[in-house]
């Protein structure tokens, strides 16, 4: 057991996919509860004050950070054109981390990087075969 444990080798043949599964489900449904407040903002019909760091203005920002961080985390928590889906979660996050918390302190970047780094990873993973992704191909196969 303890070799196996060790071992650089898979454990099965479906451990990519099933690591692939963890990442999205887990990853996708944590920023939901970041992107479900956001969505309610912008549809309370609220005064919009919200960070403006590319200088496109505060409502078009929010309507950005919600696609990313609600539409896009449901696609990639069903596995649904992941990699694309990934693409605004990982600019989102760059722009957390780089831009409006460049100036502070690691503990305020850490949570955004704590998103960040498994987003690229996920990237480079693939959504695996336990996916929405895997159907269609199959099915366009």
């Given amino acids: ?34 992107g479900y407040p956001k969505l309610m903002q ?26 990313a961080e609600f539409f896009c985390s449901i696609l990639i928590a069903i596995g649904l054109w992941t990699r694309l889906a990934l693409i605004p979660l990982i600019v989102t996050m760059v722009v957390a981390v780089g831009i409006i918390h460049a100036s502070d302190p690691m503990d305020k970047k850490e949570h955004g990087l704590l998103f960040l780094l498994p987003y690229l990873a996920l990237f480079l993973l693939g959504s695996g075969k336990y996916s929405l992704d895997a159907v269609l191909q199959k099915k366009n196969a």
Avoid: Y
């Fill in 1 to 34: 057991m303890l070799k196996k444990l060790l071992s650089i080798q898979l454990w099965s043949a479906s451990a990519t996919d099933t690591t692939a599964l963890i990442l999205r489900l887990s990853l996708g449904l944590l920023m939901l509860n970041h």
């Fill in 42 to 67: 912008f549809f309370n019909g609220e005064d919009i004050h919200f960070a403006d760091p590319i200088f496109i203005g505060e409502t078009a920002s929010l309507v950005l950070t919600v696609f």
